[in-house]
């Protein structure tokens, strides 16, 4: 059964390319689509084009900008699936299918994006957006997901929210951010997904300084707490290659939890699983790992436990009460690194 997937456009006086992004979604070889236009109240015949389609849903009337539009979509998406399409981009005709597919036989991954093309306000191919494998390290400094092609679940939405409507430019960015440090599986496809197209009156082309300066300040602000983090890490990680440690475990699911894993799978460290003190999490999945309880701990091959967690003494007395030495246990996360510079910008 196919999963459906609610695609929403915000709109404004984009008459010259709203008909084409409205196609490029209707022609898709998928089933399940729904799509919603959020337009502005727009003057320059936008409305009319948009009355051509009844299987559109859209309503229109003034709104603060995108981001509001975008965030009005989602609360009337009914998808499992969600993205947004922007009124000036269009997908290729297998999009949807290549999409929908891999979340049909990916159960677990809760993002997907690929690849776009740059083309300018004639289709022309002008250039590419290129991808790589998900780290959520290299999202620092710089925004390198291709909004258009993006495609998540329903339940990020449901527990990250919605698009930050202090950034009008870079709010993508923000929120692949956030999903990221919620710990939710993100994949890459290396497959074209959509066009993004550059022409004189986008934002991209137009107000390009003004989304610069978002993102080095929405950068600067999670950086400070990844960077501590990864710094410190790093450090220990050294340490570990030469006492031949390869084959772990990572006991905690927080923020320092997700961010260790992300750095023992930069440097090529075996993550067997995750640990929680919470039993009954025993068997869940976490950023695509096995949840282990204690006595499953006890039947792995493994070199060492590191803990995620500033809370290091509590989690060798919860361990040897459960019959695992504390010997093997490496901390990675201390008082000092938790208690620095403030919280993630969630």
């Known amino acids: 059964m196919s999963l459906l997937v609610s695609i929403i456009t915000p709109s404004f006086n984009q008459v010259n390319f709203i008909e084409e992004t409205i196609l490029?979604?209707?022609?898709?070889?998928?089933?399940?689509?729904?799509?919603?236009?959020?337009?502005?109240?727009?003057?320059?015949?936008?409305?009319?084009?948009?009355?051509?389609?009844?299987?559109?849903?859209?309503?229109?009337?003034?709104?603060?900008?995108?981001?509001?539009?975008?965030n009005k979509g989602f609360k009337m998406a009914k998808g499992e699936v969600i993205t947004w399409l922007n009124s000036d981009d269009t997908y290729l005709q297998d999009t949807l299918s290549v999409v929908g597919g891999y979340f049909a036989t990916h159960p677990d991954v809760d993002m997907v994006f690929g690849d776009c093309r740059q083309v300018d306000q004639d289709g022309k191919i002008i250039g590419r957006i290129k991808g790589h494998s998900f780290n959520l390290t290299h999202l620092i400094p710089r925004n390198c997901i291709p909004q258009p092609a993006v495609f998540f679940k329903r339940k990020i939405l449901e527990r990250v929210g919605y698009l930050n409507p202090k950034w009008q430019h870079a709010f993508d960015y923000d929120y692949w951010l956030r999903i990221g440090l919620a710990g939710y599986r993100i994949d890459y496809l290396p497959k074209t997904l959509a066009n993004f197209?550059?022409?004189?009156?986008?934002?991209?082309?137009?107000?390009?300084?003004?989304?610069?300066?978002?993102?080095?300040?929405?950068?600067?602000?999670?950086?400070?707490?990844?960077?501590?983090?990864?710094?410190?890490?790093?450090?220990?990680?050294?340490?570990?290659?030469?006492?031949?440690?390869?084959?772990?475990?990572?006991?905690?699911?927080?923020?320092?939890?997700?961010?260790?894993?992300?750095?023992?799978?930069?440097?090529?460290?075996?993550?067997?699983?995750?640990?929680?003190?919470?039993?009954?999490?025993?068997?869940?999945?976490?950023?695509?790992?096995?949840?282990?309880?204690?006595?499953?701990?006890?039947?792995?091959?493994?070199?060492?436990?590191?803990?995620?967690?500033?809370?290091?003494?509590?989690?060798?007395?919860?361990?040897?009460?459960?019959?695992?030495?504390?010997?093997?246990?490496?901390?990675?996360?201390?008082?000092?690194?938790?208690?620095?510079?403030?919280?993630?910008?969630?």
């Open 197 to 346: 197209r550059l022409h004189r009156n986008s934002k991209t082309c137009k107000e390009m300084d003004v989304q610069r300066r978002e993102e080095g300040e929405i950068a600067k602000s999670y950086a400070r707490c990844i960077g501590k983090m990864c710094s410190v890490i790093v450090k220990d990680l050294k340490d570990l290659k030469e006492e031949k440690v390869n084959r772990v475990l990572i006991y905690g699911i927080g923020r320092a939890g997700k961010m260790l894993y992300s750095v023992l799978a930069e440097n090529d460290f075996e993550v067997l699983g995750f640990m929680d003190s919470d039993e009954k999490r025993e068997g869940d999945r976490f950023l695509d790992k096995r949840i282990f309880s204690f006595d499953g701990v006890k039947a792995l091959d493994y070199d060492a436990i590191l803990v995620g967690s500033q809370f290091i003494k509590e989690i060798k007395d919860v361990l040897e009460r459960n019959g695992i030495s504390e010997n093997i246990i490496v901390p990675m996360v201390n008082e000092k690194l938790e208690s620095g510079e403030g919280e993630f910008p969630l």
């Open 24 to 70: 490029s979604v209707k022609d898709q070889d998928y089933p399940e689509i729904e799509h919603i236009v959020i337009d502005g109240g727009s003057t320059d015949g936008t409305i009319e084009i948009l009355k051509k389609y009844p299987h559109l849903t859209w309503i229109s009337e003034l709104d603060e900008g995108q981001v509001e539009a975008i």
